[in-house]
Structure formats: structure tokens, C-alpha cells
């Protein structure tokens, strides 16, 4: 239960430095991740848009910078659904067949 609430934490920071780099609060978007749920929060991150003044929008290609952030959150996910495998193999949310 610990390493769960340590991961839950982990990955609301994490929410918080993609919201600063894209010019937002990021002490709103941590509390946010911690009330509802990291991955909801990022990916509402994620569907908004940069606001001016962001860190790198300057500097990238925002078509760029959208898809890194969406394989970035795809790997957290698929981190988060690998270690909740290992931790409570019997309420994995899904199960791999070989028949």
C-alpha cells in the first residue's frame, strides 16, 4: 500500500512538471493529479494547449513536443500497469492468455 501511494505521489509530480513546462501552475496541477487521479490529470494536461510564456514553446515544434508528451504518458501508464501486475497479481486489470 505504501509503494502505491509513493507511485501515486511520483506521478502527481510528475503531472506538476509537465503543467510548469507548459506555463500553468504546477502546485494546482499536483493537487489536482493527487484528488482525481495522475493519468486523468495528465491527460488533461495534455489536451490543453500551451499557454504564452511556457518554458519550451519557444524552442520546439508543438507537433513535436504533443507527441513526446503522449508517448511520455503512454510509458508512465504502461510502468504503472506493469508494477500494480506485480504488486496485486489477482486484481490486475487485465490478464495476458496463452492458450
Known amino acids: 500500500m505504501d509503494v502505491l501511494i509513493f ?6 509530480v ?11 501552475s504546477s502546485a494546482v496541477w499536483v493537487l489536482l493529479a493527487i484528488v482525481i ?22 524552442n520546439q515544434n508543438r507537433k513535436v513536443s504533443f507527441l513526446r508528451s503522449v508517448l511520455i504518458a503512454t510509458a508512465i501508464v504502461l510502468v504503472v500497469l ?18
Do not use: C, M, Q, Y
Not at 7 to 12: D, P
Not at 14 to 24: D, E, K, L, S
Not at 82 to 99: G, M, Q, T
Open 37 to 58: 487521479s495522475p493519468l486523468i490529470a495528465g491527460l488533461l494536461l495534455l489536451a490543453l494547449p500551451w499557454l504564452e510564456g511556457a518554458i519550451f514553446l519557444e
Open 7 to 12: 507511485f501515486w505521489l511520483a506521478l502527481a
Open 82 to 99: 506493469f508494477i500494480l501486475e506485480l504488486l496485486v497479481p489477482d486484481h490486475a486489470p487485465f490478464k495476458l492468455r496463452v492458450d
Open 14 to 24: 510528475i503531472v506538476g512538471v509537465a503543467a510548469n513546462t507548459r506555463g500553468r
